[in-house]
């Protein structure tokens, strides 16, 4: 088994969880022990697109973490937490609601490249310490900027429901404890669109960002900017690289398909998580020399004009990762297939 199982990962699972159950259903389908890995950490209470690596796939995985993500986020105005979601507590409050007219106004101020602070609540460390674990223990945590980019940032109106969070906190809730704390709602598309100057509870954006870019940040920043504060209410991941929600299959399939033993009919291939890249196509003693590490010389006319990083395939079979310069191609990673 090698290749990307993509989870569309529910509320209130981590990103580990979900590994868990994917090396679970491997046993239970009777395809041994595998490596196993995630590409791109998803919080427990963001659902959406999470990729899976299986086997020889894992090797893809840092290239995962450094692509793009699109999301569709809802920021409830009025309150901003400690987390900057809805298991924080309260730290502060206004009575300030923004029009849809001024919020459309704001968001090319957030496009383009960007400096944010991160979250105290992240797994960023500091002096060698998660930033979360000194947060949750009352330390005063205080984060660099970093620059980001935000590619795209488009609004929707978010529909009913008010702020998500109205019960004052408390601060984060114990893992075992969370399954009864505030959940976040997703936005619905039913009632009428705000009208002209209503001053807004909620708003619904879909971002498109670069690595490292935090949507919580990006939430708190942008209700700042409109003269109020606010925190995220609903997260949901929609692509992840070259995945999607189109690739995506529930727990619940992935379930069933470990009991009936046909795991492969959901497992895309390794190639699946390099759509971008061109494949290079090799013979016999091609693929021998990329094997044994040797820099290949004589490559085809067309992958030396492109030039950068190619697949390289002996007929179906993934043999590497290479790079492509000067009409010779070095091994950045070997697949051992």
Not at 120 to 134: F, I, N, T
Not at 224 to 237: F, M
Request: glycine share 12%.
């Amino acid at each position: 088994m090698h290749g990307w199982i993509i989870l569309d990962k529910p509320l209130r699972l981590g990103s580990t969880q979900a590994v868990s159950a994917v090396k679970r259903a491997l046993r239970q389908g009777g395809y041994g022990k595998a490596k196993v890995g995630h590409g791109g950490t998803l919080d427990p209470l963001a659902t959406g697109v999470l990729p899976v690596a299986i086997g020889e796939a894992t090797k893809l995985a840092g290239r995962m973490l450094d692509s793009d993500k699109i999301y569709e986020f809802t920021i409830g105005f009025g309150t901003q937490t400690s987390t900057l979601d809805a298991e924080g507590e309260v730290v502060a409050s206004s009575d300030a609601r923004p029009t849809l007219a001024a919020i459309e106004a704001i968001l090319p101020r957030f496009t383009g490249p960007i400096e944010q602070v991160p979250p105290a609540y992240s797994a960023l460390k500091v002096d060698g310490e998660r930033a979360y674990d000194l947060a949750r223990a009352g330390e005063e945590v205080v984060l660099a900027k970093r620059a980001v980019t935000v590619l795209s940032l488009n609004s929707s109106p978010a529909r009913g429901g008010g702020p998500a969070r109205s019960d004052g906190g408390g601060g984060p809730a114990p893992s075992h404890e969370r399954e009864e704390g505030p959940l976040h709602h997703s936005p619905s598309a039913s009632g009428p669109p705000p009208r002209a100057g209503e001053e807004l509870q909620e708003i619904t954006l879909t971002a498109h960002v670069s690595k490292g870019t935090y949507i919580r940040s990006l939430a708190r920043d942008i209700a700042l900017a409109l003269g109020t504060v606010g925190h995220v209410t609903y997260l949901r991941r929609v692509k992840a690289g070259p995945f999607d929600l189109s690739h995506a299959i529930s727990l619940d399939k992935l379930a069933e398909s470990a009991k009936r033993h046909d795991l492969e009919q959901i497992l895309l291939p390794l190639r699946a998580g390099l759509d971008d890249i061109p494949a290079l196509s090799l013979d016999p003693d091609q693929a021998g020399a990329l094997r044994q590490g040797r820099v290949l010389a004589g490559i085809a006319e067309d992958a030396q004009s492109k030039g950068g990083l190619h697949f390289a395939m002996l007929g179906e079979t993934p043999v590497a990762l290479v790079e492509v310069e000067s009409g010779e191609a070095r091994v950045v990673r070997g697949f051992n297939l």
